[in-house]
């Protein structure tokens, strides 16, 4: 049974980013970063999938200011793939979004200029979420990795200010 929780657990946060990030070099590497995101993560909310004690997805969301929310990082084990986990873990990002008055909720991933297949799964999973493009930032990682912005809209309700 597939459970999606939020921890808060520094240790946990941490070695749920080191199993599964390793898991996926394709889409996360090379290992200092790895090593230094799961130090990262521990100071922001995260949401763990597990398959009984197992975890199999985590997703993690930078808070950037009372409107906003980012996935920071989100990784699902290959063999869960096009199971429905990373929608559970989107909708779980989402929930937390609408409970914290966030407006919106944004994600940054590799453009398609890069070209490199991994990441095509990726904007189609983020586009199926219904995220949508904003602007691509060329040198925001570097050259060689183009950033893709694409936003969700969480609430479409005016402020009063």
Known sequence: MIEIKFIEDQEEKTNVTLYIMKALPEWFSPPEDI??????????PFVAAYEDDKPIGFAVLKIHNIYTADIYNLGVLREYHRMGIGHQLIMACV?????????FLTVKTLDESAEYEPYDATRAFYNKEGFYPL????????EENPCLFMIKIISEEKDDN
């Not at 090593?35 to 922001?44: C, G, L, M, P, T």
């Open 35 to 44: 090593v230094n995101k799961s130090i990262i993560h521990r100071e922001y």
């Open 135 to 142: 602007e691509v930032f060329t040198t925001f990682w570097d």
């Open 95 to 103: 929930q937390y979004c609408v409970q914290n008055n966030y407006k």
